[in-house]
């Protein structure tokens, strides 16, 4: 059985080329980037571009139609759940669930629904920061995993400085990812020849089918990953793994000039996004305030 | 090379000692098989010979084990690494990397080896194990007997002194089993000493130069291989396979598929292509005529062509499974046998619903699996896969037992029949409060076909229930099969296992490249002279 979204495409790409450690600087970079900015609008743009680079490392269909499924209902999902609970003022009521003033705010228990429920228009907006704050790294860690060798991978994090055992940890998990799901489809095959539809239509509805099937899904995965981690603990033991605190490599992994361009530009993007947001945070908390650095509140306070 | 003194050894959880006075001496460049039933030790045995026990396992350990002068009880596991090789049953646990150059170097970067020496290093193993011309293969895409080689490489890369080799050849095809034992043969004669535990040892007698057999703990028998013969009766008293004159049996395969190659291949182009009647051919050496046609057909295949990847599916040499026929009557066990990747259990997800073919028919139990899938056929078709364990999802055995036939919406009384039956003929009654998942292998493996027996399905499909079983456990679960089977059921049978297939199967169809190459009745298909050896 193939599980095409999960395998691993090398081609001849400029993405493909870059070190494995410069894709990873671009990840934590675009994740901090996410947890920093408040704007939808600056967030999309930034989304914009990182599908940009999907779209330089050609990836092939099936692996688009994943990305774009799993894209969508996060942003789908996030929004609808942030329009309803958004609590925060001034919001404006675009559909009302509940009407207001239907419950007495003096009720027991439920008299804080005496404003109604309601999607609200600034939910949307702050839904769709939240999502894309959450899809564009993921967009682009699935990018580095789908066009990245393992064994790179760990090579990068190590070098990265990451603790090797750490490492090594990653690079087994991703290794094994398709197996695990290879295994998954066995259990749900396993269950629909017993007359048990995991994927209860009703079930997922109520909840209970959910929990049922990812319940009875885990505990034979898991006990095949105790069992399968005992073999490979002592396959790595009998190998000489950590017999010592330093080991060589085979590869000489060297960092090149656009590399380091690349890194300098995203690190750069960064530390200007965190200083913009320093000296905001500073000006409104009345700590440190300077007319020379007004035009930089305005745009932080307006687009960051 | 290696002496071991009144080795003795108990789990902190056991009342018995897992090893009772152990004493044996093994030279340098011996190529050794150490045998014997599910739970007699081997194993604890191995992980004296690495220094996991005592190093890692706690327990009650006494005596003395020496490697190349190497007391195991001084030396920290790491430094016993670069002595002595372990190699597992499933090569996908063993293998860390996506790359066969990166899986080589692994343990020699772990041992701080030189860039220059690494790979002076990596050619050096790789030629050993013949895989030089893999080097820049992705592990993924190797076939089982080829990981196993890696694995060994990766091993061998370290330079040991000692390569142990623990059921290696349990799940790979007679032709992967071959290439990792011919490996393994070069290495001792070239000086690496060799102890290989394995079950199969009617397959690997023949490669060895003693056989060492465990029973409770204890050595029960240590011989040269060449005395073999006159200890048989050791052998059937402690439940073990009796090692052949032979290595094996041998199918017609190869003549089967020069066949294949010669006439039907051109007719399946043409076939492919016309959409006509004309399939891959088939060499029947037992004509359907001599069937009984009274009785009912529980399976029918006609003209089955099937692709992982539908874009490809028009591409015959995509294909995994090219033009199948088949027809299973009731009261028949049907043995499927073929290479690694030859298309059996392609084969056996279409008989359970799992797949829908692109092009022709499968009807199941009368149910065309096009229209039933793998859930409407429940009930009609059970499938034991081959790993047992990830099909156990309840909380006891009792639960996974009577899981189906309560979906099925059985009555209470029969749930109670059937469930109880099962629990009694699989040897289970006394864990049914136990949870499936904490239960030994072979445990596993009867608590999951239970889990099928209970739905009393007609059709019954296998795949490779025989691996790493030991010959006590086959041989109940196929004397099951065969009460099933006088009851009107069929069961269709995947295994490697020429001799179980040979012993327990009425039918027999070999499958090479997704087609059918060679199919009829077992003492047609098994040459004469190897059959006779069978008996011996």
């Known amino acids: 059985m193939r599980m095409k979204f999960i395998e691993t495409e090398l081609k001849d790409t400029v993405f493909h080329r870059l070190d494995v450690r410069t894709k990873l600087v671009m990840l934590l970079c675009l994740a901090i980037l996410g947890m920093a900015l408040d704007q939808w609008k600056v967030l999309a743009v930034f989304y914009m571009a990182v599908l940009a680079i999907v779209v330089t490392a050609r990836l092939s269909g099936d692996k688009w139609k994943v990305l774009l499924l799993i894209s969508f209902l996060t942003m789908w999902g996030i929004m609808w759940v942030q329009a309803i609970f958004y609590d925060a003022y001034p919001r404006t009521p675009l559909l009302y669930l509940l009407?207001?003033?239907?419950?007495?705010?003096s009720t027991p228990l439920i008299g804080g629904l005496?404003?109604?429920?309601?999607?609200?228009?600034?939910?949307?907006?702050?839904?769709?920061?939240?999502?894309?704050?959450?899809?564009?790294?993921?967009?682009?860690?699935l990018l580095i995993f789908w066009t990245e060798d393992p064994v790179r991978i760990l090579t990068g994090l190590n070098k990265l400085k990451l603790p090797y055992a750490v490492c090594f940890m990653v690079m087994t998990c991703l290794r094994f990812i398709p197996i695990t799901f290879a295994e998954a489809k066995v259990t749900l095959d396993s269950q629909r020849l017993r007359k048990y539809k995991p994927f209860d239509i009703k079930g997922i509805i109520f909840g209970y089918g959910i929990y049922k099937t990812t319940v009875q899904v885990l505990v034979p995965l898991l006990a095949n990953s105790v069992r399968k981690a005992a073999n490979m603990a002592r396959s790595a033991d009998s190998r000489a793994f950590r017999a010592s605190?330093?080991?060589?490599?085979?590869?000489?992994?060297?960092?090149?000039?656009?590399?380091?361009?690349?890194?300098?530009?995203?690190?750069?993007?960064?530390?200007?996004?965190?200083?913009c947001k320093l000296f905001l945070y500073l000006s409104e908390a009345d700590k440190f305030t300077s007319d020379i650095l007004a035009p930089v509140y305005w745009i932080t306070h307006r687009y960051l | 090379m290696i002496k071991i003194e009144n080795l003795s050894f108990r789990y902190p959880t056991r009342e018995e000692y897992a090893l009772e006075n152990i004493n044996l001496k093994i030279k340098k460049g011996k190529f050794i098989l150490l045998t014997g039933s599910t739970g007699c030790g081997k194993t604890t045995l191995l992980k004296c010979l690495n220094g996991i026990i005592p190093h890692e396992s706690m327990g009650d350990f006494g005596g003395n084990v020496w490697i190349d002068g190497m007391e195991t009880r001084e030396q920290p596991v790491n430094v016993l690494a670069q002595k002595v090789g372990l190699v597992f049953q499933n090569p996908d646990?063993?293998?860390?990397?996506?790359?066969?150059?990166?899986?080589?170097?692994?343990?020699?970067?772990?041992?701080?080896?030189p860039r220059e020496q690494m790979r002076a290093r990596i050619e050096w193993a790789l030629a050993k194990v013949g895989m030089t011309a893999y080097k820049n293969h992705s592990t993924n895409a190797l076939s089982g007997g080829q990981k196993q080689r890696v694995a060994v490489a990766s091993l061998l890369a370290l330079k040991p002194e000692l390569l142990v080799l623990d059921e290696p050849i349990s799940q790979l095809d007679p032709g992967g089993a071959q290439e990792v034992l011919e490996v393994v043969k070069k290495l001792s004669d070239d000086g690496i000493t060799i102890i290989l535990v394995e079950h199969r040892i009617h397959e690997v007698a023949a490669w060895a130069d003693r056989i060492?057999?465990?029973?409770?703990?204890r050595i029960a028998l240590n011989i040269p291989s060449g005395e073999v013969f006159k200890h048989l009766d050791t052998f059937q008293k402690l439940g073990l396979r009796s090692p052949k004159s032979k290595a094996n049996l041998k199918p017609r395969l190869r003549e089967a598929v020069a066949f294949a190659e010669a006439k039907s291949l051109r007719n399946s182009d043409r076939a492919f292509k016309e959409d006509k009647t004309k399939k891959a051919e088939t060499m029947k050496i037992t004509e359907r005529s001599d069937y009984d046609k009274s009785v009912k057909r529980l399976v029918e295949v006609k003209d089955l062509w099937f692709s992982y990847d539908k874009k490809k599916a028009k591409n015959k040499e995509a294909c995994a499974l090219k033009g199948i026929d088949l027809n299973i009557q009731a009261g028949e066990i049907v043995g499927v046998l073929g290479e690694n990747g030859s298309g059996k259990t392609t084969l056996m997800h279409h008989l359970a619903g799992l797949?829908?073919?692109?092009k022709g028919r499968v009807n199941v139990v009368g149910k065309d699996t096009v229209k039933h899938n793998a859930y409407r056929l429940a009930g009609s078709v059970g499938i034991l896969f081959q790993n047992p364990s990830l099909m156990l999802t309840c909380d006891t055995v009792h639960e996974e037992v009577a899981f189906g036939p309560q979906n099925l919406k059985m009555p209470v009384e029969e749930i109670g029949r059937s469930v109880g039956r099962c629990l009694q003929m699989m040897e289970l009654e006394d864990l049914r409060?136990?949870?499936?998942?904490?239960?030994?292998?072979?445990?596993?493996?009867?608590?999951?076909?239970?889990?099928?027996?209970?739905?009393?399905?007609d059709v019954i499909l296998l795949d490779e229930p025989t691996s790493g079983q030991d010959i006590l456990h086959i041989r109940k679960l196929m004397a099951l099969c065969r009460d099933l089977v006088k009851q009107g059921k069929a069961v269709v049978l995947i295994t490697h296992d020429f001799e179980i297939a040979a012993e327990y199967c009425d039918r027999i169809v070999i499958m090479s490249g997704g087609k059918i190459v060679?199919?009829?009745?077992?003492?047609?298909?098994?040459?004469?002279?190897?059959?006779?050896?069978?008996?011996?």
């Open chain 1, 114 to 141: 005496w404003e109604g429920i309601a999607f609200y228009y600034e939910g949307f907006g702050y839904g769709m920061a939240q999502s894309l704050r959450m899809i564009t790294p993921m967009t682009l860690g």
């Open chain 2, 212 to 217: 060492i057999i465990m029973d409770k703990g």
């Open chain 2, 518 to 536: 060679l199919e009829g009745r077992p003492g047609e298909i098994f040459a004469a002279d190897d059959t006779a050896a069978m008996m011996v």
């Open chain 1, 245 to 275: 605190e330093k080991r060589t490599e085979l590869h000489e992994v060297k960092i090149k000039a656009g590399d380091r361009i690349i890194v300098l530009f995203f690190v750069g993007v960064v530390v200007c996004l965190l200083a």
């Open chain 1, 99 to 105: 009407p207001p003033m239907l419950v007495s705010p």
């Open chain 2, 355 to 358: 797949h829908k073919p692109q």
């Open chain 2, 433 to 457: 409060d136990f949870h499936p998942q904490t239960l030994s292998g072979g445990q596993r493996l009867r608590c999951a076909a239970s889990t099928i027996l209970s739905m009393s399905p």
């Open chain 2, 93 to 113: 646990e063993q293998i860390f990397s996506t790359r066969v150059l990166d899986e080589i170097a692994f343990g020699l970067e772990n041992l701080c080896c």
